[in-house]
């Protein structure tokens, strides 16, 4: 039996979606919007949209043109115009579709009995626009003053799936964003191919009474990094690096166990969590922490790889569209990163190679933008095939080395080039 391709089945199912009279109902601005012929409907709109959010808008035009053989011309101004009749949502949409579809159609990895997830947030700088200062506020610095949002987002460490993200005001509350995040995850609980528990993982700006106490009503298993010296008197008074406490809140009775993980140089963290098995030993637990860097990749992806930050427009809309398609390009990449598992597998056995090799995502990310337009116009299957064998061709000629146990202290100036140039898909 032919394994499921999933990137193809998802590609197949987004086609199917924005082609549909009532995602497009939905979506649109207006109700008279798209109720007369045009040059580009809505769904080649949509594929327009997701091309142009991390390309040139004019180079975006002239492929499409290439690609989707109907249209002749299409002005830069016309599809600014066009794309202020759908709603940012659309893509939001098409972004979670991939995600969720991926859990029903892909072999995705767990950790034992577990789906691990982080949630971290992030500031990513907007353009200097009033109207983008009056909708996501800014922040003040020695230099002057830059709009900027917090970014949120609900990431699989192991399967690298944006499974859900906001994009708020640069004031937002992060607790507040990730209890937003964890209602998500808990409706789709029933839907759990695997039937695996759901282990969030969270660094030290996130534990409190009140968000604890919704992890637990919605039987949700945490790890959360604290600040022993600053954090619950339960917590302070810990002698031992291995605890059970117990804590009376507004919210009710709280349980949990602390523990003091030992980091080298006679540092340690302190980790809350409601796991009490007692095989998860303070290695395991440090172990299980650290996959939390995963989501700090991931946003070194979205910024540096994908350029999040280098919107095609400067509405606060365009703004939204395009960090929606940027989580749509990081799912896809995902799927790629599945599906192709075995043959990175296969390789690496063949050849014996000192450092085990993986997909390169500069590389594969910059074939699928290219690919973009050929996959999702059309419904052809042979050609969708087609596009997935280019793509896995691309990819075994720049496979890199992981090398294990590398430590680089953290930048905390900023840079004065923004973006890196090793990093650049375009």
Known sequence: MTPTIVFIVLAKKIHKIINNIKFMEKYRMHKHDFTRKGKIGFAELCILILKCSKRGIHAGLI????????VDTYSDSAFCQARKKIKYEAFKEISMVVANGFYQEADYKTYGEYRVWA???SDINLPNTEEVREEFGAQTFKHGVQNQSLVSVLYDVLNHVVLHAVMARQDANERVLASEHLSYLAKLKNNNRKNQKELILMDRGYPCEELISTLQSLDLYFVIRSNKKTFW?????????????????????ITVRVLEVPLGNGKSETLITNIMDD???????????HMRWGVETNYDVLKQVLQVENFSGKS??????????????INLLACIEVDTADEVKNINISHGYTHKRKMNITRTLSVLKGSVIALLVGNSPTKK????EYIQSELKKTLVPVRP?????RQKAHPALKFSQNQKTI
Do not use: H, W
């Open 63 to 70: 492929e499409f043109m290439k690609e989707f053989k109907k």
């Open 119 to 121: 949630i971290d947030g």
């Open 233 to 253: 008197r339960e917590v302070r008074d810990i002698c031992t690096n291995d605890a059970v406490i117990q804590r009376k809140s507004k919210f009710g009775l």
């Open 279 to 289: 095989k998860f030993t303070i290695s395991t637990f440090s172990e299980i922490y």
């Open 316 to 329: 606060p809309l365009c703004i939204r569209q395009d960090f929606y398609a940027t989580t749509f390009l």
């Open 385 to 388: 095939e087609k596009i997935f």
């Open 405 to 409: 146990g590398r430590s680089f202290p």
